[in-house]
C-alpha cells in the first residue's frame, strides 16, 4: 500500500465504503422482503376469513383486539408501503453496484499502469 | 500461493466455494429442524386440547381465530413439508460433503507433487 | 509493536478496550431505541382503542387477559423507564467516545515522536 | 509454529478447542438464563391474575386456550428444568476454565524452554 500514489490510494478507501454501503443495503433488503412475505401471508389468512372472525393485532408485547376488514386495509397498506421501500433499495443497490464496478476497473487500470 | 499452477489455484477456488456451500446448507437445515420442533410442539399442545378449544393462527403480525381441528391438520401438513425439506437438504450436505473430501485429497496430492 | 515502549503499548491496549466499550454501549443503546419504538406502536394502539376492548398482555410464551387502561398505564411507565435508559446510554457514548479521541491523539503523538 | 515439537503443537491445538467450547457453553448459558428471566415474567403475571383470568399458550405459530392454573404449574416445572441445566452449565463452564488455564500455563513454560 505505501508505494501506491494518493490518488489510488482514495480510490481504494472510495471502493471500500462501497462494498461495505453494498452489503448494508443487500442485507435491508432482505430484512424488508422478509416483512413483506410475512404480510403476505397475514392478508392471505385475512382473505380466507369471514369478516365476523375475531382477529388481534400484535405489536410491542401486547394483542389489541381489532376487525378483520380493518386488518385488512391496514396489511394492504403496510404491504404496498414496504414494496415502494423495496423498490427504492432496488434501485439504490443497482446503482451503487454500477458505481462499485467502474470504481473497480479504474483501480485496476491505475494499479496495471504504475 | 504465486507458485501454484492454474489447475492447482482452480480446485482450491473450488474447495473454497464448496466449503462455503456446505456452511450455508447446514445452516438452512438447523433452521428448517428448529421449526420442525416448534411444529412438533404445536401439534403436541392441539393434540391434548378438546376439538372446541378456542386456537388462534399467528402470522404476520396477526392473530386469527381458528379451529383445533383445522390447525391440527395445517400442522400435520406443515410438518410433513418441513421434513421433506430437511430430508432433501440432508442428502445435498452429504453430497457435497463427499465432492469435497475428494478435492481435498486430489489437492493434497497435488500439492506434495510440486 | 515490538519497538514500541511500555507507556505507548499500554494506551495502544487501552484504546482497544476502549473500542470495544464503545461498540458494545452502542449496540446495547440500538437494542433499547428500537424496544421504545415497539413500545410507542403498542402504546399507539392502545390509545386508539375504547377502555373496554380486549386485550391481552404477551410475555414469556404466554398471553394473559387484562385490561386496556391497566396496559396503557404499564406500557406509558415502559417507555419512561427506557427512555432514561437510552439517555444514561447516549451520555456514556459520549463520554467513552471523547476519552477514546484523546486518547487516540496522545497515541499518534507518541508515534511520531519515537 | 514449524519450529514448535509435537508435542507443544498438540497442546496448542487443544488449547484452541477449548476456547472455542468455553464460547460455546457462555453461548448456551446466556441463552438459557434469558429463558429463564422471560419464564419467571411470565410467572410474575400468572401469579398476579386470578385463577379464571383468559390465558393462552403460545407455541410454534399458534395459540391454544388454557387455565390460569394449570399454566402456573407448568411455567414453574419449566423453570425448574431451566434452573438446572443452566447450572449444570455453570459447572461445565468452571472446570472447562480452569482446565485451559492450566494447559495455558503448561504451553507458556514450554514455549520459554525452546
Redo the contacts between chains.
Sequence with gaps: MDQLDEETKKKFQNLTQLGQSLELLSQQKLQIDSTIR??????E??EK?SPD??????????????E?NK?LDE?KSDKETLNMRSNTLAQKIERTKSTFENMQKSLQADLQNQ
Tied chains: 1, 2, 3, 4.
Excluded at 53 to 66: A, C, E, M
Design positions: 410475512e404480510t403476505e401471508m397475514a392478508l389468512e385475512l376469513a372472525t375475531v382477529v388481534y393485532k400484535q405489536v410491542g408485547g401486547i394483542l389489541v383486539k381489532s378483520r386488518l396489511k
